[in-house]
């Protein structure tokens, strides 16, 4: 008989996060976005294999694009496999398309993926209209992380 409740080690969808853009950069607000994929592109997200650390969107002819997103070739594919950074198309309602254009064109905006989610089985960006932080902000945000964990440490060694 199987066991209820499914296997502890099964593969299921990832979600995959662009760690250092939240540390480099402050969102100042955040969209949803669908992708445009080839097969063997989803096979690999679903398997969680991309990295978002060099990647950027852009707006071109009207349209949002996902420029330097790094999916890994699916192993278990034949000869026809994907480019591992050819650029994507974002898809996204025109109103929301046109509020980014205008608001990137302010000095000191970028607009950032965030993440690579599945939702109603369908890969999602996240992208942030995101401002650079300033060195003395990213030191500030350890120092006070450092804190944060020494108080942790200390609390935890007296109970």
């Known amino acids: 008989m199987a066991k209820k409740g499914g296997a502890k080690d099964s593969v299921g969808p990832k979600s995959i996060q662009n760690r250092r853009a939240r540390f480099d950069y402050e969102f100042v607000q955040t969209f949803e976005a669908g992708l445009v994929l080839v097969g063997t592109e989803v096979k690999s997200l679903y398997l969680g294999r991309a990295n978002l650390t060099d990647a950027y969107c852009q707006l071109r002819?009207?349209?949002?694009?996902?420029?330097?997103?790094?999916?890994?070739?699916?192993?278990?594919?034949?000869?026809?496999?994907?480019?591992?950074?050819?650029?994507?198309?974002?898809l996204m309602h025109r109103k929301e398309i046109d509020l980014l254009q205008r608001r990137s064109l302010e000095k000191g905006l970028a607009i950032i993926p965030v993440a690579l989610y599945f939702k109603n089985g369908r890969v999602k960006a996240e992208i942030a209209l995101a401002r650079g932080k300033s060195q003395y902000d990213k030191r500030a945000k350890i120092a006070k992380d450092e804190a944060r964990k020494e108080v942790e440490r200390a609390r935890n060694i007296r109970d």
Request: charge should be neutral.
């Open 61 to 90: 002819n009207g349209e949002l694009w996902l420029f330097n997103a790094d999916v890994e070739p699916y192993t278990h594919a034949t000869h026809f496999q994907h480019e591992r950074r050819r650029d994507r198309k974002l």
